[in-house]
């Protein structure tokens, strides 16, 4: 892609920790596409892969390997298109880490200690609260204000970490003088927390141990339907969007995503039928929606040659840009230039 300093630039990132579900493609992924599209003229779109933010949870090395490969290949064939977008792995880039060092010196422990990422992680995995757990926020950071990032598409449990990437710019930007762009953050208005099938007051995650809990951009039809018939609901009959009917809601929510219907037409389409009839045709649209990227995956994941291609070339053009940054930050604290 073609990476333009007078358009504004939009950034965004998945983590290879895991298979990715469909909250990962509804609340973030399927936007990054409508935005590279509808956005193009306005905005650079770069999309990262970023295993450096996965390894704060223990991975096993032949399996993140695998995944970072495989992201690759879902974003595109999710449509991000590398003549309009920069798709690259963030470890290829190692400005992600040297800014990130920087901006740890810049983020205070009581900010880290508020974020609830950070406290649902370290519950879960208790056995090893290692200071990368607590320090994740200051590389998501890094990985934003390197290319200068306007927009930033994330769901809804990403917005406290970009609320605290601004904090960080504008107290860099303060002492240092303007040097960062503050972000915003964008979030779909439908989709922005698909959640759990097995606890639907939870978020549907990647690395949940439950696989009837998450619905996977690769799973197979028979999958997808046996998972969404199996889905938690309530002892209501009804298929109507209310308080208090959280898995029904969130059936509602991810149907609506696959088929562009509001809640209005959803209840009326199912008035006088039962849950079960809902949740067949919540599985039909999603198992149908997702069957062109899984076969445009298939077809991608058989090329390794491009997939390599693509990442070297890509890391190399975002490492230019961000070099830029990184260098006038070292300038800015003092750093002296290497003679
Ligand atoms: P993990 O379980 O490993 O923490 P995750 O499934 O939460 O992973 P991330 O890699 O942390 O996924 O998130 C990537 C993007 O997907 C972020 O923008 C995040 O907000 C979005 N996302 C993740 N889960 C959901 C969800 N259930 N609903 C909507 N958006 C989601
Ligand atoms: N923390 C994010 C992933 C992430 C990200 C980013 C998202 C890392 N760096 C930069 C947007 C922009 C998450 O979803 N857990």
């Given amino acids: ?52 933010h996965a390894i704060t949870v223990r991975q096993t090395p032949a399996e993140l390997r695998r995944r970072t490969m495989e992201t690759v290949a879902i974003y595109l064939a999710a449509g991000i298109d590398p003549a309009k977008s ?32 950070f406290k649902d992680k370290s519950a879960k995995n208790a056995q090893n609260i290692n200071a990368g757990l607590f320090t994740y926020p200051a590389l998501m950071a890094a990985d934003i204000l390197l290319y200068q990032a306007d927009l930033v598409p994330v769901g809804i449990d ?15 930007n303060q002492v240092y003088g ?66 208090g009917k959280d898995g029904i809601n969130n059936l509602m929510t991810i149907y609506s995503c696959f088929t562009g219907k509001t809640f209005e037409d959803i209840e009326k389409e199912f008035e006088g039928k039962g849950y079960g009839d809902f949740k067949m045709a919540v ?33 190399d053009q975002a490492s230019y840009i961000a070099r830029k940054t990184l260098s006038k930050v070292y300038r800015k604290i003092g750093f002296l230039a290497k003679p």
């Fill in 178 to 243: 303007n040097t960062f762009v503050v972000p915003e953050c964008y979030m779909p208005k439908t989709g922005a927390k698909i959640c759990s099938l097995a606890d639907p007051t939870k978020k549907m995650s990647k690395s949940d141990e439950n696989p009837n809990a998450c619905v996977l951009m690769l799973d197979s039809k028979d999958d997808i339907i046996r998972k969404f018939k199996r889905a938690v609901t309530d002892s209501d009959t009804s298929v109507r969007y209310a308080d």
């Fill in 283 to 315: 599985g039909e649209a999603c198992a149908d929606g997702l069957a062109p990227l899984q076969a445009e995956f298939k077809r991608l994941m058989a090329d390794k040659v491009y997939l390599e291609n693509l990442m070297r070339e890509n890391a």
């Fill in 158 to 172: 990403q917005k406290q970490h970009l609320e605290l990437t601004r904090d960080i710019a504008e107290r860099f």
């Fill in 86 to 117: 920069l798709i690259f792995v963030q470890s290829h880039v190692p400005a992600h880490a040297q800014l990130s060092w920087v901006l740890n010196c810049y983020t205070m422990f009581g900010e880290l200690s508020r974020m609830t990422q």
């Fill in 1 to 52: 892609m073609e990476f333009s300093n007078s358009k504004k630039t939009i950034l965004s990132g998945v983590q290879p920790s895991g298979n990715l579900t469909i909250g990962n493609y509804l609340g973030a992924i399927r936007n990054w596409e409508t935005l590279q599209n509808e956005k193009y003229e306005e905005y650079n779109s770069l999309y990262c892969v970023v295993d450096m």
